[in-house]
């Protein structure tokens, strides 16, 4: 009778282990955030505690294989830089997530599918501007990652809004960087915004903060 109570006692405890295993609830909140094509998974704690870690996997769409993240196993952030191997603009990808615990882990908690292509957004350039004897001299630089990533793809529009409230807009094509306004009137404060354009992908930026000058 005592072994089949001890035997009864093992189970009950195997069983309990098991569920524990379960106990730990996955993450929330699993999503892609993309700003000039550098790709960053977020998630929430479901657990506040501070020891819980956490392990990162990918794939692309159709394949059936997760693979690890390399620099995201075991890590106590919450997120991930997944740039280098999501960086196909042709391909959808999944990401996953998963809470380790001292004794249990959780379940895996998945994101959307993402596409580098349509999915990410893009900044504005910087606009400098400066004026001489010609007129108004206007340096562009897009973000360093963008124009990295980007650079013959991409092309900008500069407004112009002139004291008369009449909005020129001048295009910039993905190898100039400066542009020279001329036939201004002296004297006379211009203001000018910048965007970011990707004709392959049919993306454009915000508009850049405003920037104002008055010509010599």
Same mark, same amino acid.
């Given at each position: 009778m005592s072994r089949l109570l001890l035997g009864a006692v093992l189970l009950g405890n195997l069983a309990f282990c098991g569920t524990a295993q379960e106990l730990l609830a996955p993450p929330a909140q699993v999503r892609f955030d993309s700003m000039d094509y550098r790709h960053i998974l977020h998630w929430t704690p479901s657990n506040k505690?501070?020891?819980?870690?956490?392990?990162?996997q990918w794939k692309i769409y159709g394949e059936r294989e997760w693979l690890d993240v390399d620099s995201?196993?075991?890590?106590?952030?919450?997120?991930?830089?997944?740039?280098?191997?999501?960086s196909d603009t042709r391909e959808w990808?999944?990401?996953?997530?998963?809470?380790?615990?001292? $004794? @249990?882990r959780s379940a895996w908690a998945?994101?959307?599918?993402? =596409?580098?292509?349509?999915?990410?957004?893009i900044s504005p350039p910087a606009l400098r501007l400066s004026s001489n004897k010609q007129g108004i001299?206007?340096?562009?630089?897009?973000?360093r990652v963008l124009a990295?990533?980007?650079? $013959? @793809?991409?092309?900008?529009?500069?407004?112009?809004?002139?004291? =008369?409230e009449e909005e020129e807009v001048i295009h910039m094509d993905c190898c100039s960087n400066k542009l020279t306004l001329t036939t201004l009137k002296h004297k006379t404060k211009y203001c000018l915004q910048a965007q970011t354009g990707i004709l392959l992908h049919a993306k454009s930026s915000a508009r850049s903060p405003?920037?104002?000058?008055?010509?010599p």
């Open positions: 505690s501070s020891s819980l870690q956490y392990n990162v995201c196993q075991g890590t106590q952030k919450l997120q991930c830089n997944l740039s280098s191997v999501t990808y999944y990401a996953r997530v998963s809470a380790v615990g001292p $004794s @249990s998945l994101s959307a599918r993402f =596409s580098p292509r349509w999915n990410t957004k001299v206007v340096h562009v630089k897009p973000p990295r990533k980007m650079r $013959s @793809s991409l092309h900008y529009k500069i407004y112009v809004l002139s004291p =008369s405003v920037a104002c000058i008055t010509t």
